[in-house]
């Protein structure tokens, strides 16, 4: 069963954390990421720009607002993601465990939908 | 025959149950089925007798009545992916359903998951391991019905749509999951044993499923930290007759009748006790264990060896840390070395602020200062501990009388 993993982290304490930190903390995630693709259960992953990139679109009464930023001010802000394919949520937990964001940072896991009809 | 029958449901339902959900994937599927099984036994039983094993035919019957079901409703519409398995298994035979095993732990162990809010997992096990009914949930953690209700859904729906196995957690995980399922074991305890105050009768007797849950529990994964909750709970609940007065007032520990206390269970308790240590991988619950332990060997408050009781606090303090262990560790440190002693730990402990709001840190404090014969700063110490404990009730009442003594 599918899940995406969403990596919080506050962004203004990696600003502040030194060069060689974010370093090995890239090296990391380097590694991670080849081990999931190796068990065969990576689906997809990326990283994403900081908030200060981001664009809030929303659509009211047929007007198109854009904000600048993310959706809301937040402690920890979204700044990538896992889609994995796991057994169950114990498995997805014990790999979610695993992305370096997490010893810092939050990773939320969610199960992906499955529509039991969906369009061909 | 009818007797029996209702009997086999006390005795077996939740184990029939646990099995019925391995074997379809699904509670709500499960719980029907449990039901169309004993409705079954009740229309063939009569007639045909007991079976060899019940159980077996039951969870038999209730298994085909299921996949009936989902059969009828394969044909008005496709099936969510899954039970089309289900369908094509082959037909489980009679002679194999005689190894049964015993899904009780899967069952606990899924609904203590920490992916579950504790309050679910809370009403999950009352009302899926323990059997009980919504409405004694509800009454015992003085909570509207239709919330419990609206939990159990939810955690249900969590369950099957995050996809939280019905498994029995294996290697390095299992210590840390046992933690769990322990933990909510011991707060079903308290809430029963702190809970009640002896006048609500129609309160559910938490106590004594908890006790039933650690009893599970031990047949079924017999560790060392097991047995300690068990003793544990076995000892606190030895001493449910003289914990209140006839008039339902508090009576502190070195005030109760050591006469009333259950024998029986403190003999058990001191036997798993004694189990637990021998094996070596002891943990906080054992350690909670032998302090209550050597209250429970002491003939009179008098001798108790509060020496021994302050050392294992220390122990508990590193391995499980906390201000109420903290502050338990302080009032042995008094009781073992004298009330200034006591005085000087609570204060400190006061000082970094965690217990500022705790009744029982200012009652403890108050205490001591009442015996280094410093009544006027134990008055004020009473005063405060009023100021944090329920309006109503035998916490209340207690310091109101222990304040009005001083006033003398």
């Known amino acids: 069963m599918k899940y995406l993993c969403l990596i919080y982290g506050n962004e203004s304490e990696m600003d502040v954390r030194r060069e060689g930190e974010n370093r090995v903390m890239m090296e990391e995630y380097f590694g991670f990421t080849t081990d999931i693709k190796r068990s065969g259960k990576y689906v997809a992953g990326e990283a994403l720009q900081p908030t200060a990139t981001a664009t809030t679109v929303r659509v009211r009464s047929g007007k198109l607002v854009t904000t600048d930023g993310p959706f809301a001010e937040t402690k920890e802000q979204l700044g990538g993601f896992y889609m994995i394919d796991a057994t169950d949520l114990n498995e997805a937990i014990q790999i979610a465990g695993r992305i370096p964001g997490a010893k810092t940072g939050s990773v939320e896991v969610r199960p992906i939908v499955v529509f039991a009809n969906a369009p061909a | ?408």
């Open chain 2, 1 to 408: 025959m009818r007797q029996l029958i209702e009997e086999t449901y006390r005795r077996e339902s939740r184990r029939i149950l646990a099995t019925l959900v391995r074997l379809l994937g699904d509670w709500d599927l499960a719980e029907e089925a449990l039901q169309d099984a004993f409705a079954e036994a009740l229309a063939h039983w009569p007639a045909q007798g007991l079976p060899e094993n019940p159980r077996a035919w039951l969870v038999s019957a209730g298994r085909f009545r299921a996949i009936d079901k989902l059969r009828r409703r394969a044909r008005q519409a496709p099936l969510p992916e899954g039970y089309e398995d289900l369908l094509r298994a082959p037909e489980e035979a009679s002679a194999r359903a005689e190894e049964l095993p015993d899904d009780r732990l899967r069952m606990i162990f899924t609904c203590c998951h920490p992916a579950l809010s504790q309050e679910a997992r809370l009403a999950l096990t009352l009302r899926e391991v323990c059997g009980l009914p919504t409405e004694a949930i509800a009454a015992a953690f003085l909570c509207p019905a239709a919330t419990v209700a609206q939990r159990i859904v939810r955690a249900k729906a969590k369950i099957r749509d995050a996809k939280i196995p019905f498994a029995v957690p294996e290697g390095p995980e299992l210590a840390m999951r046992m933690e769990t399922v322990l933990h909510v074991v011991y707060l079903v305890f308290n809430e029963g044993y702190h809970g009640s105050d002896g006048s609500d009768l129609l309160r559910t007797d938490l106590t004594g499923e908890a006790i039933r849950l650690g009893e599970i529990l031990l047949e079924l994964a017999p560790d060392a930290e097991v047995k300690g909750l068990l003793a544990l709970m076995l000892f606190q609940d030895s001493r449910r007759a003289s914990r209140l007065s006839p008039e339902g007032e508090l009576v502190l520990l070195e005030e109760q009748d050591r006469g009333l206390w259950d024998r029986e269970g403190i003999a058990r308790g001191q036997a798993l006790l004694d189990q637990a240590f021998a094996e070596g991988r002891i943990g906080p619950y054992c350690l909670q264990a032998a302090i209550a332990s050597l209250h429970a060997a002491a003939k009179t408050a008098a001798e108790t060896d509060w020496p021994q009781i302050a050392g294992l606090y220390q122990v508990l303090r590193r391995c499980a840390p906390s201000p109420v262990v903290d502050l338990n560790a302080a009032v042995a440190d008094g009781m073992a070395f004298g009330p200034e002693a006591g005085i000087r730990r609570i204060d400190a402990l006061l000082e970094k602020g965690e217990l500022a709001g705790f009744a029982l840190a200012h009652s403890a404090r108050a205490a001591f200062l009442e015996r280094c014969g410093r009544p006027d700063e134990a008055r004020v110490a009473y005063a405060k501990a009023l100021q944090h404990v329920p309006a109503d009730g035998p916490q209340r009442r207690f310091l109101s009388r222990k304040l009005d003594s001083l006033q003398a």
